[in-house]
T-cell receptor
């Protein structure tokens, strides 16, 4: 079975620029998550979707971060404008209900 | 809010040694508990899980028991191999079935020397 696909794998941008990440979950998985993993820390949940509806976005910095999951399949996470402290690995995960499968992540460096 | 605390690393052991990585948690309800592992160059993958008190999760020789009285979920393996070198994350989900978002610990980097 194909896993969770993310792109790009790496991205370097200057502060105040915008960036977008894409995620394709495992086929049939209704739940999709975006996590932020800063170096040396565990992943932190940013947003959770159930189909195309938001279940939890309490930790999403909504002044600069946005995410959507149109048609309840693929998802994009956008940062605009980026700050230095946004440098992290952004992980997408999907689930049928019992546990989550993770993608390999996008490593973002903001300079 | 929910939180997970696990022992700081790196933890360095010799091959065939006994492994324990401590994990304790704070949660308001009855969470599901997980150990995820990240091998070098790979994504996070589920190692084992337990959904209720006294449940034991096991996989690849690793075990962890859900201890509600001590709010702990320590990871153990009787004889580690070089291939077990990885970063291990303890996590919880407040949803009974594990579908809610995960709260992770900081991770423990395990290094096994031949």
């Amino acid at each position: 079975e194909a896993g969770v696909a993310q792109s790009p794998r790496y991205k370097i941008i200057e502060k105040r620029q915008s960036v977008a990440f894409w995620c394709n979950p495992i086929s049939g998985h209704a739940t999709l998550y975006w996590y932020q993993q800063i170096l040396g820390q565990g992943p932190k949940l940013l947003i959770q979707f159930q189909n195309n509806g938001v279940v939890d976005d309490s930790q999403l910095p909504k002044d600069r971060f946005s995410a959507e999951r149109l048609k309840g399949v693929d998802s994009t996470l956008k940062i605009q404008p980026a700050k230095l402290e946004d440098s992290a690995v952004y992980l997408c995960a999907s689930s049928l209900g019992s546990f989550a499968f993770f993608g390999q992540g996008t490593r973002l460096t903001v300079v | 809010g929910d939180s997970v605390t696990q022992m700081e690393g790196p933890v360095t052991l010799s091959e065939e040694a006994f492994l324990t990585i401590n994990c304790t948690y704070t949660a308001t309800g009855y969470p599901s508990l997980f150990w995820y592992v990240q091998y070098p160059g790979e994504g996070l993958q589920l190692l084992l899980k337990a959904t209720k008190a006294d449940d034991k999760g096991s996989n690849k020789g690793f075990e962890a028991t859900y201890r509600k009285e001590t709010t702990s979920f320590h990871l153990e393996k009787g004889s580690v191999q070089v291939s077990d070198s990885a970063v291990y994350f303890c996590a919880l989900s407040d949803g009974g079935g594990g579908a809610d978002g995960l709260t992770f610990g900081k991770g423990t980097h395990l290094i096994i020397q031949p």
